[in-house]
């Protein structure tokens, strides 16, 4: 088990994991938010003044209201993801998978001051980079996380060179490890050379109880063209 | 069943979810026959706008979405719907169909499940709703409860204010202990009887300004107070000590020098709200830090996450004390045509509706709900 997957169970029984985000995603999605924050207050900064007083004024505002609540807003009405978040395509959930609420948002963003200290975030890395989950100290107060979204996956076809393997089923039932060992190679097939590729699958087509390898003459790779038929079977895609 | 048959039986039900969870995919339901659009140039204007959105795929499932009929996603039950999800992606996973096809269930029911069981006191309210439950109710219910954060707080912040302003009367020269003389000399000219404004450094044409500034620095100091309370109280403590010092410098020294006139009905408005405010985001931060130093039955961690959850109430609280506290320092106490008495019964007032909102709004809901 991969110790970046936190999982969370549903009153259903059903078992969801989430994938936590690492402390160099996160960086990433608060610096997307950083600049854009800073785009707005220096817009601002050119228009308002020329208001006089009341623009000065509304600049304040508007740069309470960046500084502390931007991210809350965000969090709240767009499924926990600010503007940065969302080009990471990560989101706040709290820790029980659930959409964050209004006093957790507020909590966890509030207490980025205490994150900050003693200067740049140096308390919210440490907190992030010692805790199981890559929490700051924020997440930890308001007992959310921050998760990869998941998002519905597009079917892979599998090709070999040019030509499309067709989807095959496997002659008997495979468990769940089997099954993603095969939808692992399939994965990692053209980091392969394919005289490799052909020498692990001989490793695994006649465990599948396949027919012995010599007796199919025509393709040139024939195992791993049958353990790739399989993934794509397992894969969905008949 | 083999998967093939499973699939076939229950697609429907996935899809109805999938519109459900992400009501951008409604656009591509089923619509009206084209031959009821007249014009042809609407007619290639809507063609276009299809394409366009083809471009930009939201689902994988888009076609069979579009097969879909608009009347299955209005009838549609979604607690029921998630629940059957539930069941298939148990079956899927137990009869060892495809890694795809658990992935796919596996994100209607993460998502589903996101929605169904948001963690929200509001059901159906409007914001504007909730806003006004927080104020007539859980507000004033929760600082009465934790009544003895807001008296530790407050000795930690009016005790030195009050002390300072004391001791200067006897020694003048003790301001020089917190301040600089440069700060002294600034705060003699701001509130100097003879000077045009008072107030910190303003003409009064600056009003909006300044209430501006307010905002933006007095409620960020109360957010600070609260968040660094994190710290074993320590922030919490710190802050107040220094914010009470400095204000009790500044009352005591100006007083001292006999500008109290101008400085008193100036600070009288809105020092209910203000102060009252200051109190409070220290109490929410001292309780959110004790809660670690003293946990009492429970592990410290969770001692923080249950104080966490009413400090931040504390917290939302006194942020929109500071916003009213902000206003009428802009726009009423900077005023130099109202009266010094008028000034001074309004800040009273002001302090009675403070002590009369903590301590009785709110009361009969509490009790109804302590019958239920």
């Known amino acids: ?37 800073s785009a707005v207050v220096v817009l601002f900064l050119f228009i308002l003044p020329r208001l006089g007083d009341f623009g000065m004024g509304l600049l304040f505002i508007i740069m309470f209201f960046l500084h502390w609540l931007y991210p809350v807003f965000f969090e709240i009405y767009f499924q926990g993801q600010t503007p940065g978040k969302k080009m990471m395509k990560i989101q706040v959930l709290l820790i029980d998978g659930t959409m964050v609420n209004w006093g957790a948002s507020l909590l966890r ?63 008997m039932t495979l468990s769940a490890r089997e099954q993603q060992i095969i939808l692992s190679y399939a994965e990692r097939f053209n980091q392969f050379s394919p005289e490799r590729a052909e020498e692990l699958a001989l490793l695994a087509v006649p465990l599948l109880n396949e027919l012995p390898v010599s007796a199919q003459d025509k393709p040139s790779n024939p195992a791993s063209e049958r353990l790739l038929g399989i993934a794509n079977y397992l894969m969905g895609r008949r | 069943m083999n998967q093939e048959q499973f699939i076939h039986a229950h697609e429907q039900q996935w899809l109805i979810l999938e519109v459900l969870l992400s009501p951008s995919l409604r656009s591509l339901l089923k619509h009206e026959p084209e031959n009821k659009l007249k014009n042809s140039w609407f007619k290639s204007w809507k063609q276009n706008r299809a394409a366009k959105k083809k471009a930009t795929q939201k689902s994988p499932n888009e076609e069979k979405i579009a097969l879909l009929e608009p009347e299955l996603i209005s009838q549609a039950d979604f607690p029921g719907l998630y629940r059957e999800v539930c069941q298939h992606l148990s079956l899927a996973q137990s009869r060892r169909y495809s890694p795809h096809l658990i992935e796919r269930l596996n994100f209607l029911i993460s998502q589903a499940h996101q929605i169904f069981y948001r963690q929200s006191h509001v059901h159906g309210e409007s914001a504007l709703a909730a806003l006004t439950a927080f104020f007539t109710r859980t507000f004033p219910q929760t600082v009465r409860n934790e009544s003895q954060w807001l008296w530790f707080s407050s000795l930690v912040f009016y005790l030195p204010l009050i002390l300072m302003i004391v001791l200067i009367q006897l020694w003048p020269e003790f301001v020089y202990s917190v301040m600089s003389p440069d700060m002294v000399s600034g705060m003699e000219a701001m509130y100097d009887p003879q000077a045009e404004h008072i107030g910190r450094e303003r003409g009064s044409d600056s009003d909006s300004k300044m209430f501006g500034f307010y905002i933006f620095n007095n409620t960020g100091i109360g957010f600070r107070t609260f968040a660094t309370g994190l710290l074993f109280g320590i922030g919490s403590i710190v ?53 670690l130093l003293m946990p009492g039955r429970k592990t410290r961690y969770q001692a923080m996450l249950d104080t966490a959850r009413v400090s931040v109430k504390i917290m939302g609280g006194a942020a929109l004390m500071f916003f009213i506290a902000a206003f009428i320092e802009a726009f009423w106490s900077s005023s130099q045509t109202i009266p010094a008495n008028i000034k001074y019964v309004v800040g009273v007032i002001m302090w009675l509706i403070v002590f009369a909102y903590f301590a009785f709004v709110g009361h009969e809901r509490e009790q109804e709900e302590k019958h239920q």
């Open chain 1, 1 to 37: 088990m991969l110790d970046t997957i936190k999982i969370a169970e549903t009153p259903e029984g059903v078992e969801l994991k989430l994938t936590c985000v690492s402390f160099f995603a996160r960086s990433l999605a608060w610096f997307i938010d950083f600049l854009i924050q």
């Open chain 1, 109 to 171: 963003n509030l207490l980025r001051t205490v994150d900050f200290l003693p200067f740049f975030y140096a308390l919210g890395v440490a907190t992030m980079l010692m805790s199981k989950d890559f929490r700051r100290l924020g997440d930890l107060v308001a007992n959310t996380i921050v998760v990869y979204k998941r998002e519905l996956k597009e079917k892979v076809i599998l090709k070999q060179g040019e030509a499309e393997i067709t989807a095959c089923a496997p002659e």
């Open chain 2, 239 to 291: 802050t107040l000590l220094f914010n009470g010092l400095h204000i009790g410098a500044a009352a005591g020294h100006i007083t001292q020098i006999g500008y109290g006139s101008t400085f008193w009905p100036f600070v009288s408005g809105h020092s209910a709200m203000e102060l009252t405010a200051i109190a409070l985001s220290g109490a929410a931060g001292l309780k959110l830090g004790f809660s």
